[in-house]
């Protein structure tokens, strides 16, 4: 739990520089817990005295921004991710295809032909049931309408 918390402060510093209190209400805010602030700063030092980061002091606040290292780690991550995403992609065709499981197979096509798909459900996670219930009813509205169109005009969805 503690190097997926630095790497969500390191994400979240190269967002937006931000100062320690501030990644703590990010964290409570995002990740659904409020770590102690004897938890975050000496991350937060780990994380600069590995180059990831770099500490400016602004007042009596100091204020964190990603470093080029840092920016470039992140962009690494990144490239796992998709890789991850590919994997996963291929592990559910896999299954698809073993348990002759259609619908598993057409969710998996699905998600390769419109990747902000994935994107969404992520987003539909964050979101409290009731916003997510009526924004999937206005979509599904949405595309029906569109498909009923297309219909009408000859033109496959």
Do not use: W
Not at 29 to 54: D, N, R, T
Not at 84 to 94: C, E, P, R, V
Not at 117 to 122: D, G, T, V
Request: aromatic fraction near 8%.
């Amino acid at each position: 739990m503690k190097a997926m918390l630095k790497l969500f402060m390191l994400k979240e510093i190269a967002d937006l520089p931000s100062t320690g209190y501030s990644i703590i209400k990010k964290c409570e805010e995002k990740l659904g817990y409020k770590p102690s602030a004897g938890s975050i700063y000496p991350m937060l030092k780990s994380l600069e005295k590995e180059g990831l980061i770099v500490a400016k002091k602004e007042g009596r606040r100091i204020i964190y921004s990603a470093s080029k290292k840092g920016l470039q780690f992140i962009d690494g991550i990144k490239k796992i991710r998709e890789e991850f995403y590919k994997k996963l992609q291929s592990h559910i065709m896999a299954t698809a295809e073993i348990f002759n499981d259609a619908e598993l197979k057409n969710m998996a096509d699905m998600f390769k032909k419109y990747p902000a798909l994935k994107k969404i459900l992520f987003l539909l996670n964050r979101m409290d049931d009731e916003r997510a219930n009526k924004l999937l009813d206005e979509i599904y509205r949405r595309l029906k309408n569109e498909s009923n169109r297309n219909k009408r005009s000859g033109k496959r969805i």
